[in-house]
């Protein structure tokens, strides 16, 4: 399964939440998530795609440690089915 495959699921589904999952460049400092996901309850998290077989680069790292860092929401996703538990979670954990 493609990436971009994993990305439009999370879209698709982000949006029939009520939400909205912007797609994220920063030209200056790679290694950014792919989206900045916002969820109705309030919720904003910086979202990373890979696919099944990916695997974060050394920039992409070092942005997941900052976003620990700074007590940020941050999460990867590797498939459609874990997109599909990670919302559950959000829904079932709603501020």
Request: some cysteine.
């Given at each position: 399964?493609?990436?971009?495959?994993?990305?439009?699921?999370?879209?698709?589904?982000?949006?029939?939440?009520?939400?909205?999952?912007?797609?994220?460049?920063?030209?200056?400092?790679?290694?950014?998530?792919?989206?900045?996901?916002?969820?109705?309850?309030?919720?904003?998290w910086f979202?990373?795609?890979?696919?099944?077989?990916?695997?974060?680069?050394?920039?992409?790292?070092?942005?997941?440690?900052?976003?620990?860092?700074?007590?940020?929401?941050?999460?990867?996703?590797?498939s459609k089915?874990?997109v599909e538990?990670?919302?559950?979670?959000?829904?079932?954990?709603?501020?």
């Amino acid at each position: 399964m493609k990436e971009s495959t994993i990305e439009k699921h999370l879209v698709t589904q982000v949006k029939a939440l009520g939400g909205m999952a912007y797609k994220f460049t920063s030209p200056a400092h790679r290694g950014v998530a792919d989206r900045v996901v916002c969820l109705p309850d309030g919720q904003t998290w910086f979202v990373e795609l890979k696919a099944p077989n990916g695997r974060l680069s050394e920039l992409q790292k070092i942005f997941q440690s900052d976003m620990a860092r700074m007590n940020q929401r941050y999460a990867c996703l590797w498939s459609k089915e874990h997109v599909e538990e990670w919302l559950n979670d959000r829904k079932r954990n709603a501020i």
